[in-house]
C-alpha cells in the first residue's frame, strides 16, 4: 500500500522558516505528483504547492510564490516544503497527496478531488 508520511510542522514567529516533508512508500507506477495542501479551521482545504516527481517542475499557490519553494528527490520518493518569511494566516494543518495519474498542471482543485492518497497532516502554527 502507498503511504504518504508528513512531517515538520511546529511553531515559530512571523517571519520564520520550516521545512515539511512528504515522504512516500508502497509506489508501484513511476509517474506521482504530490501536492500540499492546507486547511485552517473553518475554512476549506486549499492547495499550496504541488509537483510531479518526473520532471520537477513546481506549481504555487499566488499566497504563497516567492515564499516557499517546493523540491523533490525522487530517488527517495520524498517530496519537501521549504516555507521562508512565514505569516500568521500560514498557520493551518498541511497535508500532502499524491495521485499516480492527476499531472500537476491540471491544478489544484483536481489533485484535491482525485488524489488517490493522502498523508496524515502537519500542523504548522506562525504566532505574530
Known amino acids: 500500500d502507498v503511504q504518504l508520511q508528513a512531517c515538520g510542522g511546529g511553531l515559530v514567529q512571523a517571519g520564520g522558516s520550516l521545512r515539511l516533508s512528504c515522504a512516500a512508500s508502497?509506489?508501484?507506477?513511476?509517474?506521482?505528483?504530490i501536492g500540499w495542501f492546507r486547511q485552517a479551521p473553518g475554512q476549506e482545504r486549499e492547495g499550496v504547492s504541488r509537483i510531479t516527481l518526473t520532471d520537477g517542475i513546481p506549481y504555487y499557490a499566488d499566497s504563497v510564490r516567492g515564499r516557499f519553494t517546493i523540491s523533490s528527490d525522487s530517488a527517495k520518493n520524498t517530496v519537501y516544503l521549504q516555507m521562508n518569511s512565514l505569516k500568521p494566516e500560514d498557520t493551518a494543518v498541511y497535508y500532502c497527496?499524491?495521485?499516480?495519474?492527476?499531472?500537476?498542471?491540471?491544478?489544484?482543485?483536481?489533485?484535491?478531488?482525485?488524489?488517490?492518497?493522502w498523508g496524515q497532516g502537519t500542523q504548522v502554527t506562525v504566532s505574530s
Open positions: 508502497g509506489f508501484t507506477k513511476h509517474y506521482y505528483t
Open positions: 497527496a499524491a495521485d499516480p495519474d492527476v499531472p500537476a498542471s491540471d491544478g489544484f482543485d483536481k489533485l484535491r478531488r482525485w488524489a488517490l492518497y
